[in-house]
Each structure stands twice: as C-alpha cells, then as structure tokens.
T-cell receptor, first 108, second 112 residues
Framework: AQRVTQPEKLLSVFKGAPVELKCNYS??????LFWYVQYSRQRLQLLLR??SRESIKGFTADLNKGETSFHLKKPFAQEEDSAMYYC??????????FGTGTQLKVEL | DADVTQTPRNRITKTGKRIMLECSQT?????MYWYRQDPGLGLRLIYY???????NKGEISDGYSVSRQAQAKFSLSLESAIPNQTALYFC???????????FGPGTRLLVL
C-alpha cells in the first residue's frame, strides 16, 4: 500500500525565513512524487514534480529514496507563499495518494 | 484552470436526499477523478474513470456512485446523503502517460 505522511498540520514562519515542508512516503516500487498547492479560495494546482527537477516560485524538492522523503524547500519565504501544501505520490496509472496537507503561514 | 468546471459550487441538502454533483472538462482528457477534502484528512479518492466505459472505486466509495456520461462529463451522486458527507468535493482530470492532475474549483456540500 502507498502512503504519504506530512507530519505538520501548520507551519508558521516569518517573511524572509527559510521554509521546509516535510513529506515522507511509503511505497515499494519507484514512485513519482508531487507537491500541489491550494491558495486561499483557489483550486488545487500542481506546484512541482520530482521528475521535472524544476524550481517553481523559488521552491525546490529533492526525492531522497534512502530516507523516503520529498521535502519542499524555499530559502526565503514570501507572504504570497501562505497556502495549503499537499504532497502526493503515484506508483503509475495516474492514481494519486495525497498527504493530509500542511498549512503554511508566512508572517510579516 | 477554467478547463475543469464543477456545478454547483455550493449546495445545502438534508439527510436522506439524493443529490448529484457534476464535473465537465474541455481539456480532452480521458481520465477523471472525484475526491473529497476534509480538514486534517487531506484529499481522498472516491471514484475514478480512465475512459467512458471504465469506472473504478477509490479509497472511500461507500455511499457514493458515479456516471461517466461522456469523455467530458463525470457526475458524482450521493444516493442518500448523510451529515458526515459534508465536505469539499473536487473533480480532477489527467491524460494517460502524464501523471499531473488538473483540478476543478470544488463543490462545497453541507448535509443537514
């Protein structure tokens, strides 16, 4: 069975501080990992996927197969980063398993 | 992304009523999904369909049914609504071979 764990329900940081949203997964094969973001009153949208190795809005995430982690990082938080972030996993076949989400609050 | 739309956006109903939530997409994707979102539980998959003739149960299908009327339309029905089905419901689409899913704006359902 596949599982995604996001241990923090809420993460509060000050503007300009580094951000790390944690994500750990359980999957026996080779997963594909994603971060989705939901800004206030907006629909869920893809932020980044590990296979693309991109930096989106200053965020990066590296898949660590040894630690089964896919933590989301940004060196300097901005106020507009405040949102709900979901880590998700698929083992293929388009079925996504989501974590429970982390609410990021960036304070001034 | 206005390519995936959901109706209604908000709905209040009473226990025992049958209701239908509708999802339409103009992305031309074969695959469609229904999720519910609950605080502290994240998104959970209710049903999914990989083409018009394909319907599959997800993680939490009890109390729900779906209909894939066309490639572009995927409806979710609550046969007899109960209060613990109060949630935010999302439809999503994807293309075979591309794992990214595209979400609708959500339907907020309150069952009294």
């Amino acid at each position: 069975a596949q599982r995604v764990t996001q241990p923090e329900k809420l993460l509060s940081v000050f503007k300009g501080a580094p951000v790390e949203l944690k994500c750990n997964y359980s999957y026996s094969g080779s997963p594909e990992l994603f971060w989705y973001v939901q800004y206030s009153r907006q629909r869920l949208q893809l932020l980044l996927r590990h296979i693309s190795r991109e930096s989106i809005k200053g965020f990066t995430a590296d898949l660590n197969k040894g630690e089964t982690s896919f933590h989301l990082k940004k060196p300097f938080a901005q106020e507009e980063d405040s949102a709900m972030y979901y880590c998700a996993l698929t083992g293929g076949g388009n079925k996504l398993t989501f974590g429970t989400g982390t609410q990021l609050k960036v304070e001034l | 992304d206005a390519d995936v739309t959901q109706t209604p956006r908000n709905r209040i109903t009473k226990t025992g009523k049958r209701i239908m939530l509708e999802c339409s997409q103009t992305k031309g994707h074969d695959r469609m999904y229904w999720y519910r979102q609950d605080p502290g539980l994240g998104l959970r998959l209710i049903y999914y369909s990989f083409d018009v003739k394909d319907i599959n149960k997800g993680e939490i299908s009890d109390g729900y049914s779906v209909s894939r009327q066309a490639q572009a339309k995927f409806s979710l029905s609550l046969e007899s609504a109960i209060p613990n089905q109060t949630a935010l419901y999302f439809c999503a689409t994807s293309d075979p071979g591309e794992e990214t899913q595209y979400f609708g704006p959500g339907t907020r359902l309150l069952v009294l």
